[in-house]
């Protein structure tokens, strides 16, 4: 590192391949070709499909600080493939094909420290990604790196395509609407970006396995009919962005490649660019579905803090508990159970005790009554911003929780992330991947609310089974725009790709007091569509228990849906405007399908096809009633069986932001 010291400002590294051929690699099938060379001087690589180009000349490099690599020269390109199976421990389905080609290319300093790097592509059939290396070396310990400055531009052919996004810094936990736009708008935003282009060829640039590196979001510039997506990172307070210690990596940058919608929604790749599996028992995580003394609070009809309204009560609890134990859910999320949301956070926002409870909240007696009942409790930890608050108690009240049975914890990081870094730095994530870890080893599942953008490290650490990072729900308690109807029809070809959505569905009492104004923006069948279409292996009956004992007719298909599944399936697919998905149950024959649309009524043809050849099922439908209209009436739901098999088509009449539901059980 001696270099270090003569370099006042950063100075750019690039790689030098000057005296290098192109270095080609294509996906398994031959359709994807990547192509890396030297261009005016810089690492450049482009892609194309079926001779098309997809990705145009795209330069990388880094900036580091006070440092450069100098005269870096190609000294190896390695070849390999892979092609496993493998077997989630809950996903959308089973079974994932990892399969690529592989080109690692060594970069080595001609001369003085000799100092290594790599990047490394990777060519599915489904898209491509690529990253950096930093590998053990004597003579590179650790480096500041100021920027990353990867590109992904797209050619000029495809200038009329359509993009999805949400703006960067729009709202601090991605909790902003994805808008289309035409593709040459200049911006800042963050991942993912869903691109449509006029051949229906559907693209999505992401990230995936972020670890000790943080989370990115594009500079989106456009020239000569040409767009640039330019990697930006969330930096430390200082202005460095990446305080790497070797060995290490950056994030896969990658994009998906689908020849339309429905395959979009089926590809796996950011998983498959995670590690495999860290922890040798998974037993204890199982998907299951959560009642809790939730929405309440968000219509304020309780508060989360002490006082008469108060809604963590022993006596509720055990309610809540007995509605789960008689109705199918295995858990209930309780809020605002400990001391601290009554204090002023202040400025570190650490006043949140994770053990002390309430004293009309008596932890240890609800955690028995459930356990009689068969059913868990999740603790909720809003940390109110204050990650070291969690940190110093994580060990000790994970420990506890363990003890007494719980098997979930739902983080929270309201307000900005005021631990004297960003949201989004390399201390953040390395916070929000601390976590997870260390309930791993408490054997406990965690639902992060407003903290890293999924990634697909739920391969590897599969406890991380919710995460919010979206507008969910609840802003249709006390958002006066609430989620327009589009907006869970747009979620699962953007957010959705990256990983579970924790978007609590399932409201049934569109009524609100203190708020008359808000309401969610769907009818009640659409509201059951969403277990089906917005996965999450931990779906929340969101509503207030007494709101479902009024309406237990319609319940009953919160009470039969599963969360554990085989397969997954698109029969009906365009961004923003419809979707159905159909789902096969984990171990048996039984599916269950969501379709929902937005503002536009619809009429679609469900074929069947899906299902077993000869075998008969019985369908019931759960559809939107008579005159449902989720501006005037989104209550009434039409509930039929019919008999149906594998040669048959199911007609639905979706409503303005409407839906169905439907149970297709084998009959034996
Ligand atoms: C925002 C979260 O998204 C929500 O689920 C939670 O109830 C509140 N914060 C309070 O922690």
Known sequence: MKKAIFYFFSLLFLFDVSAQQAIKISSPNGDLRLKVMDFKGKTTYMLTKNNDTIVDYSS???????????????????????????????????????????????????????????????????????????????????????????????????SNSTIWSQKANGTLHYEAFYLPKPILTKDTINPPATIVTTKNLHLCISEAAVWDYPATNYTVSCANNKVTFKTNLYPWRNGDAVRVDCPSQSPWRSMIIADNAEKLLLSRLNLNLNEPCALKDVSWIKPSKYVGIWWGMHKRDYSWGSGPNHGATTERTKKYIDFAAQNNISAVLVEGWNIGWDEDWGIHGDRFDFIQAYPDYDLQEVCRYGKEKGVRIIAHLETGGAARNLERQMDSAFALYKSLGINTIKTGYVNMWNDDEYQHSQKAINHYNLVVKTAAKYNLMVVAHEAALPSGIRRTYPNIIGTECMRGQEYNSWDNIGNTPNHTCTLPFTRGLTGPMDFTPGIFNFENKIQPQTHPHTTIAKQLSEYLVLYSPAPMAADMIENYEANMRVFEFIKQVPCAWDSTVVPHAEVGRYVTIARKEKNTNNWYVGSMTDETPRDLDLELSFLDKGKQYTATIYEDGEGADYRTNPYPVNIRKIVVGSKDTIKLKLAPSGGAAISIVEIK
């Open 60 to 158: 990388l490099g880094l900036t580091l600080k006070n440092d450069s690599f100098e005269n870096l020269e190609l000294i190896k390109a390695d070849k390999r493939s892979c092609d496993e199976i493998w077997e989630q421990v809950w996903g959308e389905e089973r079974f994932a094909r990892n399969n690529y080609n592989e080109l690692a290319l060594t970069y080595q300093e001609k001369e003085a420290d000799k100092r290594i790097i790599k990047i490394v592509f990777r060519v599915f059939d489904d898209g491509f990604a690529f990253r950096y290396e930093f590998p053990e070396q004597s003579n590179l310990k650790h480096f500041v790196i100021l920027s990353e400055d990867s590109e992904i531009t797209l050619p000029t052919s495809l």
